[in-house]
Nanobody, 123 residues
Framework: QVELAESGGGLVQPGGSLRLSCVVP????????MGWYRQAPGKQRELVAT???????KYAEGVTGRFTISRDNAENTVYLEMNSLKPEDTAYYYC?????????????????WGQGTQVTVSS
């Protein structure tokens, strides 16, 4: 089964920064929408940010102004730049990809997922 490959997670102090990367296998064609989700212990998976192949971006309310999603179509890679990190940002972060031009409104409607990468914000 094809999977996306996330990297870049780790332990960071409050106020610090991390950059997550997600590589989409070249065997996957026509990926239009990409997203980052996160899931904290005991909580449901929640949307963090999405980006279309045209560069249109959307963010969850709690990360707007601190996180930036971007994609390099030539490298088949999507990034999540996270600044001013807070303890409540601690979660497992997942990359997702879909073939539709409009990012799915539900996580279940994404076609491909990665295994996730742990982000821990703690002093």
């Amino acid at each position: 089964q094809v999977e996306l490959a996330e990297s870049g997670g780790g332990l960071v102090q409050p106020g610090g920064s991390l950059r997550l990367s997600c590589v989409v296998p070249r065997s996957l064609l026509n990926i239009k929408s990409m997203g980052w989700y996160r899931q904290a212990p005991g909580k449901q998976r929640e949307l963090v940010a999405t980006v279309t192949d045209g560069g249109s971006r959307k963010y969850a309310e709690g990360v707007t102004g601190r996180f930036t999603i971007s994609r390099d179509n030539a490298e088949n890679t999507v990034y999540l730049e996270m600044n001013s990190l807070k303890p409540e940002d601690t979660a497992y972060y997942y990359c997702a990809a879909a073939g539709g031009a409009v990012p799915p409104s539900r996580a279940d409607d994404y076609d491909y997922w990665g295994q996730g990468t742990q982000v821990t914000v703690s002093s």
